[in-house]
């Protein structure tokens, strides 16, 4: 599946979008040896150079994945002008190029995050079209009636088009907060947190503890990782719907 040149070089780890967008309007990049241009869309099987350099997308022969408790405080980029820690500092080596992060987490959001050096498995993983299940945790001020509970299930209006919880659960309360558990299968950005504020509740806490098949270890502390085995891998690929062989399958 191809995808906007700028948004795959930046998700393979090459730079910002808007640096890339720069590189693409001074004709540096080239797709299949022709100039691109903005507009082009391009996929990891594609010739891709910049400055006749070819760059990685990577296409790893031997994928791996990380599975990186994030803790709250760290930012998802390579670096932050703010000079505050990024959930680079503490990754081994990358076998074979770099490491590249399967979506986002914000700074006050904990839990998991994945890192592939397969850039095929991170672009299906995080494609809308592949509908890859998140699960949340979250601690909410105050205890959200049934009606409310319901508008979020149904589906609400965002700034950014119309999103929903696909589950959720009520877990317990503590005082004047309540935890819930909630599922969703996007990943637009702080996208828990605004349907919550939509319906006029703040979140105070929240920890993603699933993506896919992927749960959060109980005895992973925060800025840990493990190395996922290939039962893992290749359980994120199905979800994913990537074949075996490497293929996209039919959704």
């Not at 397969?118 to 299940?133: F, I, K, N, T, Y």
């Not at 009606?147 to 119309?162: A, M």
């Not at 702080?190 to 005895?219: K, T, W």
Request: proline share 4%.
């Amino acid at each position: 599946m191809s995808e906007r040149l700028q948004k795959l070089l930046a998700g393979a780890g090459h730079g910002s979008r808007r640096g890339i967008e720069d590189w693409i309007r001074d004709g540096r990049v080239t797709i299949n040896g022709r100039v691109a241009a903005l507009g082009d869309r391009a996929n990891v099987e594609d010739q891709i150079c910049l400055d006749g350099r070819r760059l990685d997308l990577g296409v790893a022969e031997s994928t791996e994945v990380l599975l990186y408790h994030k803790p709250v405080g760290e930012v998802t980029t390579r670096s932050d002008p703010q000079g505050r820690p990024t959930v680079f500092d503490h990754l081994p080596p990358s076998p074979g190029g770099r490491w590249i992060v399967v979506g986002r987490l914000d700074v006050n959001t904990s839990g998991v995050l994945l890192f592939t050096n397969d850039g095929a498995l991170a672009h299906r993983l995080m494609h809308p079209s592949s509908e890859v299940e998140r699960e949340y945790r979250v601690r909410l001020r105050g205890t959200p009636s049934a009606e409310v509970l319901e508008r979020l299930r149904r589906g609400v209006e965002l700034e950014d088009g119309r999103a929903n919880f696909d589950r959720i659960e009520a877990e317990s309360t503590e005082g004047s907060h309540s935890w819930f558990r909630v599922c969703l299968h996007e990943g637009r950005n702080r996208e828990v947190r605004r349907l919550f504020e939509h319906e006029g509740f703040e979140v105070s806490r929240l920890s993603r503890i699933r993506y896919g098949p992927i749960d959060l270890p109980a005895d992973l502390r925060g800025g840990a990782h493990i190395r996922l085995k290939n039962a893992d891998i290749q359980a994120l690929r199905r979800d994913a719907g990537i074949t075996e062989m490497g293929h996209e399958s039919e959704h």
